[in-house]
């Protein structure tokens, strides 16, 4: 029988999802030893740095850090010794879009998982509940007890759950002191349901029971691909409402502001902006594609691929905006881009717009200067270059350049483009950067304040007031 009480957890893979996670669960379960595992060593220096700079930015994470780590909470790369001495694992290893081979550009490349599940068999000797906490496509559980169960010393018994993470990174560590629901699927086996409930247990340290749903093992895998479908889907539908208010002059903040006060549709998710990016909405509406076709369900594939397909078109309806809006050519030309993560209050860039931007202005020969509050020059540098990989790294240095503060970006552009919303941008003083930005020779005022507010209009934070008086 798997042990019914957690006293010890590993969680290999301490990345977006498995550090934030377990550090909280560390904290709110004081009486069981949590050790996360990495391969990668300087990330698990990182969690160890005496400074507390951990990898990963995240409001509110380093306090939880600070609290448990040494206490119950433990960072290593030594995976195996986790392994053998924890009752309960979570796999929280990446699982991004396979980029070769059968199912190239939509399936999940399921290498990272289906290799801690090895090792995972190879070295336990005692009995483990394994935690998929992956995103991963719909019956993976499935082939992790395959190996797990084909691989196992006699005598020692794994039971599978699946317990999706529905973090929303910038906002992770409340997500988790309060979910909105934990769910855990399992097999509706005697064994599997223990398994369930020793899980279950653990987060009934801090979460309502009537927040933790329990159900099926491949419920649980959809479920969580399904909640990323119908975010992504509620984006691109606005999304393709603001092409029609540009077209006709309504207003798309007032359309869905209007739209979401039905109390079937709600506010939340309605803002148009210039696409969505993070690594999992594109991801598993792929994944979702891809299972449907599979399933030989093409008129439900053709509809979630539109939903991403929408979100390629309004990231170069959005570029196509900004050459339009400057006189149809930024050839030589200066532009701001403010912001470079995926989303306010995070480091994370995975999928961010404004690569996808930046890369357009780059194939058009214009001159970027990029500012966000955190993320690193090197982060930038390894985007740009896989976004652009036939040109060299010193080409595109010459074309773009990092500084540190949003009015140093502004200084003497034609044109600012608003692509995250870091809500310091609120507070820019657009006064003093109109002051400094470039006009087109000949071009008059109200030309000119109405090119400025045209792009910003259309860029990501349409709570950024842009009735600021210019003055004359
Ligand atoms: P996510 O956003 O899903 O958390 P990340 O890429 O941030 O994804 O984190 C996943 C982490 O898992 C990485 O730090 C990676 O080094 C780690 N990892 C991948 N495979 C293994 C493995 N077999 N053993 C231990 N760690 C692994």
Redesign the pocket.
């Known amino acids: 029988m798997a042990p019914v009480q957690v006293k010890k957890i590993c969680c290999?893979?301490?990345?977006?999802?498995?550090g934030p996670t377990c550090a909280v669960i560390a904290l709110k379960c004081p009486h069981i030893q949590v050790t996360i595992?990495?391969?990668?060593k300087a990330?698990v220096d990182a969690w160890n740095s005496p400074d507390f700079a951990v990898p990963i930015y995240e409001p509110g994470l380093v306090d939880v850090v600070k609290q448990c780590r040494g206490r119950n909470l433990f960072f290593s790369t030594d995976?195996d010794k986790a392994i053998l001495e924890a009752d309960l694992i979570f796999v929280?290893?990446?699982?991004p879009t396979k980029k070769s081979g059968v199912g190239a550009g939509f399936a999940a490349d399921l290498n990272?998982v289906e290799?801690?599940t090895r090792?995972i068999a190879a070295v336990a000797t005692s009995s483990k509940i394994v935690v998929e906490k992956?995103?991963v496509p719909c019956r993976t559980a499935e082939s992790m007890r395959t190996i797990l169960e084909a691989n196992s010393r006699p005598g020692t018994r794994f039971d599978i759950l699946s317990n999706p993470e529905f973090l929303a990174e910038g906002t992770a560590i409340a997500d988790l002191f309060k979910p909105d629901r934990v769910l855990i699927g399992s097999l509706q086996t005697t064994e599997g349901k223990e398994a369930c409930r020793a899980l279950a247990d653990v987060y009934a340290n801090w979460v309502p029971q009537e927040r933790i749903l329990t159900v099926g093992l491949w419920s649980s895998e959809l479920s969580k691909l399904a909640a990323n479908a119908m975010l992504a889907q509620r984006i691109s539908s606005i999304n393709a409402l603001s092409a029609i208010c540009e077209a006709t002059g309504a207003n798309i903040d007032e359309v869905s502001h209007a739209v979401g006060f039905d109390s079937r549709i709600g506010p939340k998710f309605l803002r148009a902006s210039v696409g969505f990016g993070g690594?999992c909405f594109q991801k598993d509406i792929l994944n979702l594609v891809y299972l449907s076709e599979s399933l030989h369900l093409p008129q439900v594939a053709a509809y979630w691929r539109q939903v991403v397909e929408m979100n390629e078109y309004q990231k170069s309806r959005f570029s196509k905006t900004v050459v339009d809006t400057l006189f149809n050519t930024i050839t030589g030309k200066h532009i701001a881009v403010l912001g470079f993560a995926f989303k306010a209050d995070t480091g994370d860039t995975r999928e961010s717009a404004a690569i996808s931007l930046i890369r357009d202005f780059l194939s058009e020969r214009a001159f970027v200067t990029i500012y966000d509050p955190q993320v690193s020059e090197e982060q930038i540098w390894q985007d740009l270059s896989e976004a652009c990989p036939t040109t060299p790294l010193e080409t595109i240095k010459k074309q773009v350049t990092i500084v540190h503060s949003a009015l140093e970006a502004c200084t003497q552009k034609e044109a600012i483009i608003i692509a995250t919303e870091w809500k310091e941008f609120l507070e820019i003083d657009w006064q003093t950067v109109y002051a400094n930005m470039n006009r087109f020779q000949g071009e008059g005022h109200w030309a000119w304040r109405a090119r400025v507010k045209t792009v910003l209009r259309h860029s990501l934070s349409s709570d950024i007031d842009l009735n600021f008086n210019i003055g004359h």
Do not use: C, H
């Open positions: 290999i893979g301490a990345g977006y999802v498995g595992v990495d391969l990668n990330r995976v929280s290893v990446n699982t990272y290799s801690a090792r992956s995103t690594s």
